[in-house]
Structure formats: structure tokens, C-alpha cells
């Protein structure tokens, strides 16, 4: 969606390797969320931030760390890859706490070997 | 927190009203329910908003019973372009959206 950019959309990595997902945005919402989504799972929330140097733990936070040091780029760090961090991962933003104003990304697509 | 729950996979034709109802037993007093769509490679998008009764926009409808235990997106006359994954994320006083599994509908000619 226009405002909201994830990068890398694909990735290919070992096992054991750090990763950084970078999801940045240009409407300078206040609010951003990082989700994962497997088959059968869903979409489930890893971690989120409501401002700059401001975040907070999801349902599935175990292995994931983010950091916000600007308002426009909220970073995901898998600090040692492993299989069962393959998956599809969102950014969403928000102006608001208000669940219908959630814009997401187009995804970032991770393997990890 | 209130899980949802959801009919994993829906069939309809095109021009048919599909409804598609989402269970949460356990919602909270401050809870609001809200729909997404989604379609392949890409991320969710939102549809419908409500907190009881009926709400009605342009897209859809969102019927919700006096108990709030669940919900019920109405979508007129669909065509193959609904064909997607449809959500009912809950949000909470925190304000994060909470997902469940999702109803794939597939819409036939």
C-alpha cells in the first residue's frame, strides 16, 4: 500500500545467520506493528511500537527483536535465523489505537535453510 | 485475550450474498470487532467496523447479536474479485489487533 514499504519482499537465509526486515513508512503514523503469517496460524503479532524508542512484546516475541529510532522505520531482527522462522512477515501502521485503521505491507517473504 | 474462531473455507457463486460469522465467546466489555480482507501476496485490508447492532457501508455488512458473542459480515452479491481470506481481528484496550485463522471464500462463476 502507498505510505508503508517492507524490504527485503524476498529473503533466502541459513540457519543461524542474523536478519534485519526493514518496514518504513511516510505518513508518519504513530503506531507500528510487526505480525507473522503461517498456514493455519493466521496472521500473529510479534512485536509493536508506539513511538520512537517505544515497544512492547506480541503473542510470539521469542527469538524477534525491533528497534524504532525514527518514526518513518520500525526494524525486525531474527538475532539467529532458524527453520521455524520461515514464514511471511507483515508491518502494519496506525494513527490511532482504533482497529480499523490498520494499513499493512506487501509482506516480506522469509526462508531460512 | 479473546480468540476468534472461524469457518476455516466457504464456496459461493457469483452473484449470491455470502455471510460469514465469526465466534468470541470471550470478548471483552471494551472490545471492538473489525473485518479485514486479504488476498494472495498481500497484506490485509480493512473492510467493517462495529460494536453492536448493525453497521452497513459500501462494501459490506457487520451484524452483531445483543451478546456480542459473535459477528456477522454480510457481503451482497459477490463476485469472483471477492474471492479472498476474511478475518475478524478483536482489538483491545491496548489497541492491537488480535487475528484468528481466517475463512478462505472462493467465489465460482
Known amino acids: 500500500d502507498a505510505g508503508i514499504t517492507q524490504s527485503p519482499r524476498h529473503k533466502v537465509t541459513e540457519t543461524g545467520t542474523p536478519v534485519t526486515l526493514r518496514c518504513h513508512q511516510t505518513?508518519?503514523?504513530?503506531?507500528m506493528y510487526w505480525y507473522r503469517q503461517d498456514p493455519g496460524h493466521g496472521l500473529r503479532l510479534i512485536h509493536y511500537?508506539?513511538?520512537?524508542?517505544?515497544?512492547d512484546k506480541g503473542e510470539v516475541s521469542d527469538g524477534y527483536s525491533v528497534s524504532r529510532s525514527k518514526t518513518e522505520d520500525f526494524l525486525l531482527t531474527l538475532e539467529s535465523a532458524t527453520s521455524s522462522q520461515t514464514s511471511v512477515y507483515f508491518c502494519a501502521i496506525s494513527e490511532s489505537t482504533g482497529g480499523s485503521g490498520y494499513t499493512f505491507g506487501s509482506g516480506t517473504r522469509l526462508t531460512v535453510v | 485475550l479473546a480468540k476468534t474462531t472461524q469457518p476455516i473455507s466457504m464456496d459461493s457463486y457469483e452473484g449470491q450474498e455470502v455471510n460469514i460469522t465469526c465466534s468470541h465467546n470471550?470478548?471483552?466489555?471494551?472490545?471492538?470487532i473489525t473485518w479485514y480482507q486479504q488476498f494472495p501476496s498481500q497484506g490485509p485490508r480493512f473492510i467493517i467496523q462495529?460494536?453492536?447492532t448493525k453497521v452497513t457501508n459500501e462494501v459490506a455488512s457487520l451484524f452483531i447479536p445483543a451478546d456480542r458473542k459473535s459477528s456477522t459480515l454480510s457481503l451482497p452479491r459477490v463476485s469472483l474479485s471477492d474471492t479472498a481470506v476474511y478475518y475478524c481481528?478483536?482489538?483491545?484496550?491496548?489497541?492491537?489487533?488480535?487475528f484468528g485463522q481466517g475463512t478462505e471464500l472462493s467465489v465460482k462463476p
Open positions: 511500537s508506539y513511538g520512537v524508542k517505544d515497544t
Open positions: 470471550n470478548i471483552a466489555t471494551n472490545d471492538y
Open positions: 481481528p478483536l482489538y483491545n484496550q491496548g489497541g492491537k489487533l488480535i
Open positions: 505518513e508518519n503514523h504513530r503506531y
Open positions: 462495529g460494536y453492536k
